[in-house]
């Protein structure tokens, strides 16, 4: 049913936003709030397309760069504070029937300021509307926070409370236990599902039958002032592998990995130190990860690298025993790591970087794949692209050496390729 039906995702995000300026680009856990919408669209098995609707350039630019087509620019009268969904929505059909002749069947909006989003919710909502002939429209819901049978409305001329709604059969609903009061529930953001017809036949995006898409509350967040954005951000990490999360986009472990660049505190040791009475620090290392780089030196063409902020005689004296380069003292290791996979000649593709807290996140665009021990920070861990079962210093790196010594064994006469190694 959902491969017969040509479905579009529409997402609009202008660029006036006053509670928040900039709002649909800001950063939003590490990327742009319009990008959670978006991926949302394109990993949806039913979406067809995903355009956005904006009247910003730079808002444009970014919803290229995540995937989303930006067909038209929405005129600035369709832009305002004031401006109703319906006309935009409107606007983004007409102009593709017009300049496309594209007619889709059923179009999905997608709302940027509600960003957690289940992974399945599009397919979801998509599948009632189809499964149902009749409804015109199917919206996300959540049980209402607030019972609205408890609510009031106060006479401007008596200055008197009036019920707000009745129940059939219960006198004072105002007065009646929580339990024996008709549930009721409140829209969200995440997602409309509606067919075309009811929007240029009906002059709606709801029309007259409307079923609902239940979601859970733990999902649900609408991010309109300032306020909203921290307690947002947190949601979303806690739930990251529930959601569509940028973060998750893993990317495939690389075939021909060159060079391998290594944290040294929580990555070659368990990130804990000793101080003795003179100062003296010691720290914990395992020696299957010493075994692990000595195997990946023999049996692969990688270089290693040891990137650390501290500066430390121990850093030094395990980088010697294992005769593997280190940097020591380096506060940006985005710039540093950049130079050195420039006069090695290397691309993103063929480095791997491992590290376990946020000061190693600068790196994880520079390079080509990121994997964390498993104690790593939780932003780490949500973002890297692998994560490893075993902690640092305590058998990571061995697990990632022997993925990549199986890696490269896999590949046919080794020896042909480039194994120029400085170490």
Known sequence: MLDKSEVLAIIPARGGSKGIPGKNIKRFAGYPLIAYSILAGLRSESVSRVIVS???????????QWGAEVPFMRPAELAQDDTLDYPVIRHALDWLAE??????????????????????????AVRTLLGNPGADCVRGV???AQNPFKMWMIDESSGAMKQLLAVEGIKEPYNAPRQIL??????????????????????????????????????????????DWEAAEETLKSLSNEVVDPANLRRPFPKQAKLLVMDFDGVMTD????????????????????????LLRVQTPMQTLILSKETNPVVTKRAQKLKIPVLQAIDDKAAVLREEMRKRNLSAEETIYIGNDIND???????????????????????????????????????????????????????????????
């Open 99 to 124: 300049n496309e002749d594209y007619h889709p069947d059923v179009v999905v909006q997608l709302r940027p300021t509600s960003p957690v989003r289940p992974g399945s919710l599009v397919d979801d």
């Open 142 to 144: 959540v049980p209402s």
């Open 54 to 64: 904006t009247d910003d350039e730079e808002i444009a630019r970014i919803a290229r």
């Open 182 to 227: 008709p549930m009721t529930y409140w829209q969200t953001g995440h997602i409309d599902a509606i067919r075309v017809e009811t929007i240029l036949e009906k002059g709606s995006l709801t029309g007259d039958v409307l079923y609902p898409l239940h979601i859970s509350s733990k999902y649900t967040v609408d991010i309109d002032i300032p306020s």
């Open 361 to 423: 996140l600068p790196v994880l665009e520079l390079v080509g794949y990121f994997a964390a021990p498993a104690d790593s920070h939780p932003e780490v861990l949500r973002r890297a692209d692998l994560v490893l079962k075993r902690k640092g210093g305590r058998g990571a790196l061995r697990e990632l050496c022997d993925k990549l010594i199986s890696q490269w064994q896999a590949l046919p006469n080794i020896e042909s390729m480039n194994g120029d190694r400085n170490d």
């Open 271 to 294: 990130n804990r130190v000793l101080v003795d009475q003179n100062g003296v620090e010691s720290v914990f290392a395992d020696r299957s990860d010493g075994l692990g780089l000595g």
